[in-house]
């Protein structure tokens, strides 16, 4: 199951939204400084945070800046408080929300998260990208593939193996030649 941390000063607010998010969409780990909510997601490499405006030393905005750029927030809230948050790296829910909102935008920002970990995710450098050539034009030479067949042969193996396409194009290069 999913986990998100959910952040709020009082001890009893934030039980409460974990008990509705808890079941429903994610568990959840209970923080009520930001130095835990950090310490959390540097931990367990959590990326949805749920707060209030404010946690004890500081306020969501301090927060977000002092967190990774993968992590998305959502601060629930008083709208006058939201209207503080300047931030446009902070999704805001207004304050007293619907267990309904509550569950969708969790359930948003969980999706939006996996997003930015695959766009977060580093690329193949120029030497796995030639491995990579290099087994597509051996299957080519000999077994008359076309390049898209090569890449496509390449990379279902790699699925059914658990491994990446480079590991099977370097295994494919060990084998054939």
Not at 94 to 123: F, I, K, N, T
Not at 140 to 160: G, L
Request: charged share 30%.
């Amino acid at each position: 199951m999913e986990k998100v941390i959910v952040a709020f000063e009082g001890e009893k607010t934030a039980r409460k939204f974990a008990e509705i998010l808890e079941g429903n969409v994610a568990s959840c780990i209970v923080c009520h400084t930001p130095d835990e909510v950090k310490r959390v997601v540097a931990k367990r490499d959590l990326s949805v945070v749920v707060c209030g405006y404010k946690l004890r030393s500081q306020t969501a905005v301090e927060l977000m800046e002092n967190l990774p750029s993968t992590t998305i927030m959502l601060v629930i809230a008083t709208q006058n408080q939201l209207d503080l948050c300047d931030s446009e790296d902070i999704f805001r829910l207004p304050a007293p929300v619907s267990r309904g909102d509550l569950l969708a935008s969790v359930r948003m920002a969980l999706q939006m998260s996996h997003r930015l970990e695959r766009m977060a995710r580093p690329q193949r450098n120029e030497e796995e990208k030639q491995i990579i050539e290099q087994a597509k034009a051996l299957l080519m030479d000999r077994h008359d593939m076309t390049e898209d067949q090569a890449h496509r042969f390449i990379q279902k193996r790699s699925m059914d193996n658990g491994t990446k396409m480079v590991q099977t194009a370097r295994l494919i290069l060990d084998d054939w030649n």
